[in-house]
């Protein structure tokens, strides 16, 4: 199993521009979680999902952020206008239940400049 | 409400000292509690777990028991390399919640 794969590992891109940030989960696992992580803040839920189903996106900062999962393999976050306080590592995670913890990405490093 | 507290860093030791992070949780019910690890540049990886009272986790020379009586569930390792410079979360789940972590103890050893 490769485990969670994220991509792109590393994003620099200009302040205004749309970024989108990929995640494949473990096959079978049925949940899926976002996460951001900065120095100020630490580890912050952004939003998970159930059955591809989103549960809880009260994490979200703002309408400038938005996730989804079109099918059980395949999640998206995407910033659209981006802007420099969003720079941080996003993690994507996934789990097949509570109990059994959460499988971590290696994260995406975003820089807005 | 449900939380997660786990000693603040950075913890700072000589190789082949003794590790002790100190992790105390609340909640309702019985939750099953986590170490993670993050070595830099990487995402957490699952340390260790236990799903209930006075089980106790260990892999890689690390150690946690499940305290029921104090709420705890601190980390421990007996002798510490330079390898396991890394930050340490500690979490738990409760029912269908996404999982709790603590803010993440920084662990650096020094030769």
């Known amino acids: 199993d490769a485990g969670v794969i994220q991509s792109p590992r590393h994003e620099v891109t200009e302040m205004g521009q749309e970024v989108t940030l990929r995640c494949k989960p473990i096959?079978?696992?049925?949940?899926l979680f976002w996460y951001r992580q900065t120095m100020m803040r630490g580890l912050e839920l952004l939003i998970y999902?159930?059955?591809?189903?989103?549960?809880?996106d009260s994490g979200m900062p703002e309408d400038r952020f938005s996730a989804k999962m079109p099918n059980a393999s395949f999640s998206t976050l995407k910033i659209q206008p981006s802007e420099p306080r969003d720079s941080a590592v996003y993690f994507c995670?996934?789990?097949f239940g509570q109990g059994y913890g959460y499988t971590f990405g290696s994260g995406t490093r975003l820089t807005v400049v | 409400g449900n939380s997660v507290t786990q000693m603040e860093g950075p913890v700072t030791l000589s190789e082949e000292a003794f590790l002790t992070i100190n992790c105390t949780y609340t909640?309702?019910?019985?939750?099953?509690l986590f170490w993670y690890v993050q070595y830099p540049g990487e995402g957490l990886q699952l340390l260790l777990k236990?799903?209930?009272?006075?089980d106790k986790g260990s892999n890689k020379g690390f150690e946690a028991t499940y305290r029921k009586e104090t709420t705890s569930f601190h980390l421990e390792k007996g002798s510490v390399q330079v390898s396991d410079s890394a930050v340490y979360f500690c979490?738990?789940?409760?029912?269908?919640?996404?999982?709790?972590f603590g803010k993440g103890t920084r662990l650096s050893v020094i030769a």
């Open positions: 995670a996934s789990s």
């Open positions: 096959s079978g696992h049925n949940s």
């Open positions: 999902f159930n059955n591809n189903v989103p549960i809880d």
């Open positions: 909640a309702t019910g019985y939750p099953s």
């Open positions: 236990a799903t209930k009272a006075d």
């Open positions: 979490a738990r789940a409760a029912g269908n919640t996404p999982l709790v």
